[in-house]
């Protein structure tokens, strides 16, 4: 079945919420509660989502959309650009249908290696070319994570944060997730005015798709949002989402004050030992191979652009 209006995709949202939540290997960016509000903002005007039934059962859905400009056709997945892994949910091989579109180009980005649209045949229609795309240097959260040279410096930096006031930690509900995303808005522009640039969450519109979809994510239990308090001010904010017994570290913002003083690295420690307490395998720290990342003793894995063009 192929869905082709908005209201098609959001009558299915309760049948796709038990999808994702049965499907191994799902993350947050393939749920409703983030691609619905991905949508709203930055979508186009033609869906063309497959969706796969079995005796009633919805067994898999590809939420795809086509962006046309006179005689050109792209064809992407939903959530392309702030999402860090783009997939379908369910095992099924939906390049046939996409084949059937009209459509030039089907470029899809961020698949990881257990993707089922790698592993998919090429229909005879298209050609292919396949390119690795992005770094996620993946924790496993096993053993002493880091070297006690490590602990001590996270100790001592920790201590530093304490002699300026009290320090605590809070974590995101519903009567204090504004709070803590406008706190995160304002803490990630304060670092990047540094260095004179504006942050990837400076535009509305991306502030009010996050808001939107850290709400829809709370009640799933699929929200991971700590924030620092150095006596009543919050001084960081992490970002994150949790599912399937993997945290998933996607932004944070701290104030540039305390940079000196390793409040960041506080910061993911403390992201870190709530993952660890919650009975998490896995944080991870998705795009971007920035080195503290390694600190941890984190490893890559390449997510791959699989892009198919009509013969």
């Known amino acids: 079945m192929i869905l082709r209006t908005i209201a098609e995709l959001q009558s299915i949202t309760e049948e796709w919420k038990s999808l994702w939540r049965r499907s191994p290997g799902a993350t947050p960016f393939q749920s409703p509660m983030w691609l619905l509000p991905w949508w ?14 079995d005796g009633g059962s919805l067994t898999a ?22 999402s860090d892994y783009l997939d379908l949910l369910g ?5 046939p249908a996409l084949a059937e579109a009209d459509c030039q180009l089907w470029d899809l980005q961020q698949l990881r290696p257990s993707s089922p649209l790698l592993s998919a045949p090429t229909p005879a229609a298209f050609t292919e070319s ?21 602990r001590k410096k996270l100790r001592y930096y920790r201590r530093a944060l304490e002699r300026e006031a009290p320090l605590r930690f809070e974590t995101a509900n519903e009567d204090n997730l504004d709070e803590l995303l406008t706190a995160l808005y304002e803490l990630h522009a304060a670092r990047w005015r540094q260095r004179n640039l504006p942050g990837v969450l400076a535009d509305d519109i991306i502030q009010s798709f996050h808001r939107e979809a850290a709400r829809l994510l709370l009640p799933e239990g699929a929200l991971r949002m700590h924030a620092m308090r150095i006596g009543e001010r ?3 904010v992490f970002y994150g989402f949790a599912h399937q017994g993997t945290t998933y570290y996607y932004l944070s913002g701290y104030d540039p004050a305390y940079e000196k003083r390793s409040i960041g690295s506080v910061l993911v420690a403390h992201a870190v030992d709530e993952a660890v307490r919650e009975g998490c395998h896995t ?6 191979a920035e080195e503290y990342k390694y600190s941890w003793g984190a490893k890559d894995r390449m997510n791959t652009r699989r892009t198919l063009i009509k013969a």
């Open 61 to 82: 859905l590809a939420p795809l959309y086509i962006l046309r400009d006179e005689d050109e056709s792209l064809g992407l997945l939903l959530g392309t650009g702030p």
């Open 130 to 150: 396949r390119e690795e795309q992005d770094r996620c240097p993946i924790l496993a959260l096993e053993g002493e994570l880091l070297s006690t040279h490590a």
């Open 283 to 288: 944080f991870d720290f998705l795009r971007g």
């Open 234 to 236: 919050i001084a960081a």
């Open 40 to 53: 709203s903002r930055f979508g186009g005007e033609e869906l063309h989502s497959v969706a796969v039934y």
């Open 91 to 95: 095992e099924a091989d939906v390049l």
